[in-house]
């Protein structure tokens, strides 16, 4: 089993930052392909960022391109999400998941996911 537990969420004024982390478990976690994903009351998941199983390719939501970054340190087991210029639009609960495959932005092919993390983003 993969568990990955996420930090880093809390409440903050629009046009803050904040960095979310994400550290996995195992020793497979360079075969995996990482990805964050929001879910907002009433609203369904959707991917906010995801990188390749080596962190040479990424993909972002037009919602969040230029303004979040996606990271990964395969030497840590972790995986970050830099979040500047926050607006209240990206309030939701944001899940790090793990995909075996070596990339994907399909929801449905992310295998492991997280407890998930508030964050909260004020007018």
């Known amino acids: 089993q993969v568990q990955l537990v996420e930090s880093g969420g809390g409440l903050v004024q629009a046009g803050d930052s904040l960095r979310l982390s994400c550290a996995a478990s195992?020793?497979?976690?360079?075969?995996?392909?990482m990805a964050w994903f929001r879910q907002a009351p009433g609203k369904e998941r959707e991917l906010v960022a995801a990188?390749?199983?080596?962190?040479?390719?990424?993909n972002y939501a037009d919602s969040v391109k230029g303004r979040f970054t996606i990271s990964r340190d395969n030497a840590k087991n972790t995986v970050s999400l830099q979040m500047n210029s926050l607006k209240p639009e990206d309030t939701a609960v944001y899940y790090c998941?793990?995909?075996?495959?070596?990339?994907?932005?399909?929801?449905?092919?992310?295998?492991?996911w997280g407890q998930g993390t508030q964050v909260t983003v004020s007018s």
């Open positions: 990188i390749s199983r080596s962190g040479g390719t990424t």
């Open positions: 195992g020793r497979t976690f360079r075969s995996y392909a």
């Open positions: 998941a793990a995909s075996s495959l070596a990339w994907s932005v399909v929801a449905a092919e992310y295998n492991y």
